[in-house]
């Protein structure tokens, strides 16, 4: 009976705690929410605007190159040259999207969760711009770091 209880426990507090994950400044956040492109530049917005799977941090990498961490309200913002670029999650699954980014322009990818077998997995969808702007408007923006 004690192993229940230690057991129920252990997977409640798993299921209600959140991911941290480290945080850019309100300076930072509030420039980035200007949606201002860099001059021969594009921005990509990665955002996690969902509370299902907040207990994991999902680590992201653009062009093979590890970005940092997601949470759950969470994004990136990424200024990039013009041209293709790959975005990976790497969840229990790694789902990945290529941008071709257009100078001035942003793009916006939605880190959706997903119900994984052992842990949440991620699918990665290029969103428009409303909705891109609403998902990143509804999040804090996290900085590159485990």
């Not at 201002?36 to 530049?41: A, M, N, S």
């Not at 052992?118 to 804090?140: A, D, F, H, I, T």
């Amino acid at each position: 009976m004690r192993v229940l209880i230690v057991l129920c426990a252990l997977i409640a507090g798993a299921l209600g705690g959140c991911a941290s994950v480290p945080m850019a400044s309100l300076d930072a956040d509030s420039s980035a929410k200007q949606f201002l492109p860099p001059k021969g530049q594009a921005n990509i917005y990665l955002y996690r605007n969902e509370t299902f799977g907040a207990a994991v941090a999902m680590t992201v990498s653009l062009d093979g190159k590890v970005m940092g961490k997601t949470g759950p309200q969470t994004y990136f913002l990424w200024q990039v040259a013009p041209g293709k670029h790959e975005i990976a999650s790497h969840t229990e699954n790694t789902a990945k999207i290529t941008i071709d980014a257009k100078e001035g322009r942003n793009h916006y990818v939605w880190q959706e969760v997903k119900m994984g077998m052992w842990q949440p997995g991620s699918l990665l969808l290029e969103v428009n711009e409303e909705q891109g702007r609403k998902g990143v408007l509804e999040c804090k923006r996290a900085i590159a770091g485990d």
